[in-house]
Nanobody, 122 residues
């Protein structure tokens, strides 16, 4: 059974930082790219960042570029999202995903975590 378990969400003031973690199990870690998506209240789920399993290339949405950093630890089967200079508009539920494709033009999630809430106060 594929499992993606996020942790690290919480309440932070604008300008602050959080690091999200996602522990993966039930599949061969390096056979999938990994990524983070978010869903704000009343909005559709959107891609935040992904890291390719083929070459470790990373991609970011324009809204987080320069503030967020994705990384992974293959020895721990864990992917991270370091979020700096957080803004109130970053408030959302953040979902970890295993992707069949992570490229400049297309991100294709196959499996999802349950999500972790990030709230940024002004």
């Amino acid at each position: 059974e594929v499992q993606l378990v996020e942790s690290g969400g919480g309440l932070v003031q604008a300008g602050g930082s959080l690091t999200l973690s996602c522990a993966a199990s039930g599949f061969t870690f390096d056979e999938y790219s990994l990524g983070w998506f978010y869903q704000a209240p009343g909005k559709e789920r959107e891609g935040v960042s992904c890291i390719s399993n083929s070459d470790d290339e990373t991609y970011y949405s324009d809204s987080v570029k320069g503030r967020f950093t994705i990384s992974k630890d293959n020895t721990k089967n864990t992917v991270y999202l370091q979020m700096n200079n957080l803004k109130p508009e970053d408030t959302a539920v953040y979902y970890c995903a295993a992707l069949s494709l992570c490229s400049r033009k297309l991100w294709s999630p196959e499996y999802w975590g349950q999500g972790t809430l990030v709230t940024v106060s002004s």
